[in-house]
């Protein structure tokens, strides 16, 4: 039931993006998930955006961290801080108060990463951590009718993973995970242009080619860019131009693994539920789902509909957020919200501390 001394939020703390709703707000932050970390000390110098600023301009006194790695917590001090900052620049002192915290997790991590997760959340000031699989929230968030007896399918493509999964009557009939998100695809383009033009580049220089040339549908003929890095043989700074056309030779692979997931969750769930999906189509979210093209070209390579969701970065949020507004039911035992349901039944379960350095 609501309280309304008690502040509630449901967070979505990615890979690449943390996304924190708070109830009777709406989406209240949304930050690059990544740190700067000063090499002598460990101390973390910068957070959010102003950290992601430094990527490829930092010193070499200081790193640059993603605390999260493929969706799972990789440091636990490092993401507990992160978070810490994150919460006092929206909520000063009121984090401190009593609050409750839906916070999405990816499906098939081991108890171990969930707990760190959870862990992060109470060790920063909640005295409630319930966690609940991403698909479900981004279900949820996308206004899927997930409670339903019917099949509804997404496909969230965040920066460390990409997620497919079936829900029905508010649970997860199959999904599946790749860890193929947008980082792995400014990775591909890095090491391309390595091999291809013996030139090194940073990780902003090959976002910023994908946002500007990434295409998985076929480019028209002229569309380039010129882009700076160092000369792998020469050592000095060089300029080449690299055009839409070798992008979206490159996408073709990421394309390839999408496609698989979606066939592999289809062929496991029952062919009713299948047979909605085919039907209803498939909500694409996530910050990957922005690639241009995208849908149309999934579409094509399925034959399914492919719909794309009206605020597809923050759907997990919003749908963590959502959970807010109803009581989780929750077997005796559990802390993850594995169904709901409208507000007037169920339990929620305080969250214990767990062992930090098992967590790590």
């Known amino acids: 039931m609501f309280n309304a001394l008690e502040l509630q939020f449901g967070i979505d703390l990615g890979t690449s993006n943390t996304v924190i709703y708070q109830h009777g707000k709406g989406i209240v932050l949304q930050e690059p998930s990544v740190i700067a970390v000063k090499q002598a000390t460990g101390e973390i110098q910068a957070f959010g955006a102003e950290a992601q600023a430094m990527i490829g301009r930092a010193p070499g006194s200081l790193e640059i961290i993603y605390p999260l790695q493929e969706g799972v917590i990789s440091n636990y001090n490092w993401s507990t801080a ?132 990434g295409s998985v549908e076929k480019p028209e003929a002229g569309e380039q860019m010129d882009i700076r890095g160092r000369d792998l043989i020469e050592g000095l700074p060089k300029t080449v131009t690299i055009t839409a056309m070798e992008i979206y030779r490159l996408l073709d692979s990421f394309i390839g693994i999408m496609v698989d997931t979606i066939r592999g969750t289809l062929e496991d769930c029952p062919p009713e539920l299948a047979g909605d999906v085919i039907e209803q189509g498939i909500i694409l979210c996530g910050g990957g789902s922005l690639l241009k093209g995208l849908a149309s070209r999934l579409q094509k390579e399925t034959g399914i509909p492919i719909h794309l969701a009206d605020r597809p970065q923050e759907c997990t949020a919003l749908g963590a957020g959502k959970m807010l507004e109803y009581d989780i039911r929750t077997p005796r035992g559990s802390r993850s919200a594995s169904g709901w349901k409208p507000a007037g039944g169920g339990s929620y379960q305080e969250k214990e501390p767990v062992n930090q350095q098992a967590a790590e």
Not at 173 to 202: A, H, P, Q
């Open 82 to 213: 992160m978070l810490q900052h994150f919460m006092k620049k929206i909520q000063a002192r009121t984090w401190l108060r009593k609050s409750k915290v839906f916070i999405s997790i990816p499906c098939g991590i081991t108890s171990v990463q969930k707990r760190a997760v959870e862990e992060t959340v109470v060790h920063k000031g909640s005295n409630r951590a319930i966690t609940i699989e991403e698909p479900l929230a981004a279900a949820l968030g996308a206004g899927l009718p997930v409670d339903e007896p019917m099949g509804n399918m997404i496909l969230n493509i965040g920066g460390g993973t990409a997620q497919v999964a079936i829900l029905s009557l508010g649970g997860i009939v199959s999904s599946r995970v790749t860890r193929r998100g947008g980082l792995s695809i400014d990775r591909d383009i890095i090491e391309y242009v390595k091999k291809t033009y013996n030139l090194e580049i940073g990780e902003r220089t090959a976002e910023d080619i994908k946002i500007r040339l």
